[in-house]
């Protein structure tokens, strides 16, 4: 198997419409690629895939290895790039060593999974039977994970191609939940004399909610909030607030019209917020962008005090690391993003996301219980959705063993044993199949989740080699 061949399928598959829930394309894909091969392929009721390539004479009693990865991508764009990810190729240059994406994601995350599997069956090396599992919907709630039947695999040893770390072994990962909250409000006319602004902050890196989370970078939806919070008393009503995007990705970007007392004084003091924030966030985020604007007003705006509880509440959410693992030095244990608010002009219900993470489940569910408290005291109808657990490290991995023995053989260096604060499907994985024997590793991937996503290509060769290695050596 090699990485040019890897990277070539990769390439298809970014020609493939794969957002979250409308894997139909991919599925069809997939499935058509097993048929032109005659290799055994099943999917499920739900899409999952599975593609089989029997084993290599001789290999009849070498144990069945089950490589993973998942069909959907995260789908996000800049403001203002015209794209459809239901219809449109991916957009990518390849430029100093690195596949990019510049205004949209990249769906390396897990499309460099997929065409890691589909180079392997395609490869005539002689190996055990291997079993290539490709789940939906990872991105937004893990539903094919969650929908897998007893049986759909055989193999009792899997290993997960959803890192994005070259170097690093993943055994054990963060479970995590979404809190969706809801507020009804009523709409009427605007304060008298009220003027009409549109203020909007942009630019921020965003990135993965739980692999970037201890970054500090700058949460476009929290900075909002911060400023809003203090021009309440300049009578403000909101009329639109929309900022960020997936409950998995920090968000980048937040717009907000609103009516203000004294349009000057929310302009000016709009510019003084801008240089402060712009100072706190010049290392994590240096292309940071503040605009405020007077505009026409659209509609009628959220009343008075529906405007402050809800302003209040976004800005006491909490959002970012809660807890660090009091076991593995560095390791983010908790923590919570504050993924998204929707407030349509033309619409009575304003919703938010969050997401929230953690090594610890009771921890997880104390820190989504705290973000609940806090929009229920505000009058929001809360939901606590899509939970998945986490995944406890097996440090005596037959797996682990092999893989670590194969990179020092290949690089002659010790990679690193990690457990890794995103989610991965290995939890649901074991609570569905006990004592399947795992690991996830993969090439390294920068910035998922947002704009300009990237694969490091020199990383692609060694993820591509290592996984060839384990393979090839299975017994």
Same mark, same amino acid.
Not at 41 to 52: A, E, P, Q
Not at 151 to 160: A, H, R, V, Y
Not at 343 to 357: C, G, H, L
């Given at each position: 198997?090699? #990485? ?18 409308h894997e139909?394309? &991919? ?39 089950v ?8 789908c ?11 219809k449109?190729p ?23 999974g997929?065409?890691?599997c ?17 789940? *939906? ?8 994970a ?10 009792k ?5 959803? #890192? ?12 995590g939940?979404?809190?969706? *909250? ?19 902050? #942009?630019g921020? *890196?965003?990135g993965?909610?739980?692999?970037d989370?201890?970054k ?34 920090i968000?980048?970007e937040? $717009? ?5 007392a ?26 940071l ?26 800005? $006491? ?5 809660q807890?660090?693992?009091?076991? &593995? ?10 993924? #998204? +608010? ?6 009575? *219900? ?6 929230? !993470? ?19 005291a505000?009058?929001?109808?809360v ?18 063993? !092999? ?24 939890g649901?994985?074991?609570?569905k ?8 590793f993969?090439?390294?991937? !920068? ?6 996503? !990237? ?8 993820? +591509? ?11």
């Amino acid at each position: 198997m090699r #990485s040019e061949q890897v990277l070539d399928i990769f390439k298809e598959i970014t020609r493939i419409p794969r957002e979250s829930g409308h894997e139909e394309p &991919i599925t069809r894909w997939l499935c058509q690629w097993a048929e032109d091969r005659n290799l055994p392929c099943k999917k499920d009721s739900i899409g999952n895939v599975l593609i089989t390539r029997p084993a290599a004479p001789g290999k009849e009693g070498v144990r069945t290895i089950v490589l993973q990865a998942h069909q959907d991508m995260v789908c996000e764009k800049n403001a203002g790039f015209k794209h459809d990810f239901r219809k449109d190729p991916i957009p990518y240059v390849i430029e100093d060593g690195w596949m990019v994406a510049k205004d949209t994601t990249l769906g390396a995350d897990d499309g460099i999974g997929i065409a890691a599997c589909l180079a392997l069956l395609e490869d005539d090396a002689p190996t055990g039977k291997i079993e290539c599992l490709f789940t *939906i919907s990872e991105e937004t709630g893990m539903d094919g994970a969650e929908a897998l039947e007893s049986g759909f695999f055989d193999g009792k040893t899997l290993i997960n191609l959803d #890192s994005e770390d070259e170097g690093q072994l993943f055994i054990g990962c963060a479970g995590g939940l979404n809190t969706n *909250i809801r507020f009804q409000v009523r709409r009427g006319a605007p304060e008298s004399r009220s003027k009409t602004m549109r203020c909007t902050i #942009s630019g921020g *890196i965003g990135g993965h909610s739980g692999d970037d989370i201890n970054k500090e970078r700058a949460n476009a939806v929290q900075l909002m909030a911060r400023f809003l919070y203090d021009q309440i008393g300049n009578s403000l009503q909101v009329y639109s607030l929309d900022g960020g995007g997936k409950p998995n990705a920090i968000a980048r970007e937040c $717009t907000a019209v609103v009516g203000v007392a004294d349009a000057a004084a929310f302009k000016s003091e709009f510019e003084s917020f801008a240089a402060d924030v712009k100072e706190e966030f010049h290392s994590t985020d240096p292309g940071l962008c503040f605009q405020a604007e007077p505009v026409r007003a659209k509609g009628n705006p959220i009343s008075l005090n529906a405007s402050k509880r809800i302003i209040t509440a976004l800005f $006491t959410s909490p959002h970012g690391v809660q807890a660090m693992s009091q076991d &593995i030095p560095g390791l983010v244990q908790t923590s919570t993003n504050l993924a #998204s +608010v929707k407030a349509k002009v033309d619409s009575n *219900i304003v919703e938010i996301v969050t997401s929230q !993470r953690s090594s610890a489940k009771s921890e997880r569910r104390a820190i989504a219980a705290k973000v609940r408290a806090n929009f229920e005291a505000a009058g929001a109808r809360v939901r606590h959705m899509y939970e998945y657990p986490g995944w406890n490290p097996n440090v005596n991995s037959d797996v682990l063993a !092999r893989t670590v023995e194969a990179y020092r053989t290949l690089f002659g260096t010790e990679p690193e044993v990690k457990a890794i604060h995103a989610g991965l499907e290995c939890g649901l994985f074991l609570e569905k199949f006990p004592g399947l024997d795992m690991i996830s590793f993969g090439p390294t991937l !920068r910035g998922v989740h947002a704009p300009g996503e !990237r694969l490091e290509l020199a990383s692609l060769d060694k993820f +591509v080699a290592l996984l060839d290695e384990v393979v090839r050596k299975f017994e």
